[in-house]
């Protein structure tokens, strides 16, 4: 099968083939910690759930997945709509051995049908808005459906990872509606770059939900520096946190852009204080 053309970047054990105009390479020259935590952190998630899938949703063209694969045999489930990606995907997951699916498609939630977004990609990046130019979507999964694809033999995910530049609040919110607490969370909250309408009120409904549920949050920014490990009672830190981050785009001095979060839900609080305890020696 023909490998697609553009430039090569190694991330984790492995040699990927980027899109030529992806941003990724300039990201990580320029932010040497980017993704530097999350090798840790899947380390210990796969020790604690060997057997669990990673659920890797926005898997853009497979960076993530090779990450995960670099640090867990867990078997994966990447999720990716973006037509103008796919190629490089397709390459990229063909050379990460053990068990790894593809379900090429957007994840829905109904604010896309109810304000009729429409999907725009460029520079390895993209997102639904109100842009009558951009491209229609072509092919939806359900949050429901790929958690039933997931659980392999009866076995719950161990992972939940969303980061799709725009819609990761509603499909978080989703995803708690259905009343899932086994797997870690982790995803991208950069609630200012959420344009959908109804945006404020999704992330508003997913950080109650984490908060009266119990979740341990461990959070960075996105530069990859830690900034808080949040046990559950410590969600005004959280929200001192998230309004901090929301003045810098009002005021228009903006340093950090969102933050990545992992979430523990109290069947993981263990592992959340194993972390938590190994943070001084390995919170990178």
Same mark, same amino acid.
């Given at each position: 099968?023909? *490998?697609?053309?553009?430039?090569?970047? *190694?991330?984790?054990?492995?040699?990927?083939?980027?899109?030529?105009?992806?941003?990724?390479?300039?990201?990580?020259?320029?932010?040497?910690?980017?993704?530097?935590?999350?090798?840790?952190?899947?380390?210990?998630?796969?020790?604690?759930?060997?057997?669990?899938?990673?659920?890797?949703?926005?898997?853009?063209?497979?960076?993530?997945?090779?990450? =995960?694969?670099?640090?867990?045999?867990?078997? $994966?489930?990447?999720?990716?709509?973006?037509?103008?990606?796919?190629?490089?995907?397709?390459?990229?997951?063909? $050379?990460?051995?053990?068990?790894?699916?593809?379900?090429?498609?957007?994840?829905? !939630?109904?604010?896309?049908?109810?304000?009729?977004?429409?999907?725009?990609?460029?520079?390895?990046?993209?997102?639904?808005?109100?842009?009558?130019?951009?491209?229609?979507?072509?092919? +939806?999964?359900?949050?429901?459906?790929?958690?039933?694809?997931?659980?392999?033999?009866?076995?719950?995910?161990?992972?939940?990872?969303?980061?799709?530049?725009?819609?990761?609040? +509603?499909?978080?919110?989703?995803?708690?509606? $259905?009343?899932?607490?086994?797997?870690?969370?982790?995803?991208?909250?950069?609630?200012?770059?959420?344009? !959908?309408?109804?945006?404020?009120?999704?992330?508003?409904?997913?950080?109650?939900?984490?908060?009266?549920?119990?979740?341990?949050?461990?959070?960075?920014?996105?530069?990859? $520096?830690?900034?808080? +490990?949040?046990?559950?009672?410590?969600?005004?830190?959280?929200?001192?946190?998230?309004?901090? !981050?929301?003045?810098?785009?009002?005021?228009?001095?903006?340093?950090?852009?969102?933050?990545?979060?992992?979430?523990?839900?109290?069947?993981?609080?263990? =592992?959340?204080?194993?972390?938590?305890?190994?943070?001084?020696?390995?919170?990178?």
């Amino acid at each position: 099968m023909t *490998v697609p053309d553009g430039p090569d970047l *190694v991330i984790g054990d492995y040699r990927l083939r980027l899109p030529p105009d992806h941003r990724l390479p300039a990201i990580r020259a320029a932010m040497p910690s980017y993704d530097a935590h999350l090798g840790w952190i899947i380390r210990e998630i796969a020790r604690d759930d060997p057997a669990g899938t990673f659920i890797d949703i926005g898997a853009n063209i497979g960076d993530t997945a090779a990450l =995960l694969r670099s640090h867990a045999p867990n078997p $994966l489930l990447c999720v990716e709509g973006a037509a103008a990606l796919l190629p490089w995907l397709r390459a990229n997951l063909r $050379l990460l051995p053990g068990p790894v699916a593809c379900e090429e498609a957007f994840v829905a !939630v109904a604010e896309i049908a109810a304000f009729g977004l429409n999907y725009r990609s460029g520079s390895g990046s993209g997102g639904f808005g109100l842009d009558p130019a951009a491209a229609a979507p072509a092919r +939806f999964t359900g949050v429901a459906d790929l958690l039933a694809a997931a659980s392999r033999g009866g076995i719950p995910p161990a992972l939940f990872k969303t980061d799709t530049d725009g819609l990761d609040g +509603f499909i978080l919110r989703d995803y708690l509606r $259905l009343g899932e607490d086994r797997a870690v969370l982790f995803f991208e909250c950069d609630e200012a770059g959420t344009a !959908v309408p109804g945006g404020d009120a999704a992330w508003a409904e997913v950080f109650s939900q984490l908060h009266r549920r119990g979740y341990a949050l461990l959070i960075y920014d996105n530069h990859g $520096l830690p900034m808080l +490990f949040a046990d559950p009672t410590q969600g005004s830190a959280v929200d001192d946190l998230r309004f901090y !981050v929301a003045r810098q785009h009002a005021e228009g001095a903006v340093r950090i852009h969102y933050l990545d979060i992992w979430a523990f839900p109290p069947a993981k609080h263990r =592992l959340f204080t194993d972390l938590r305890a190994e943070r001084g020696r390995r919170f990178f």
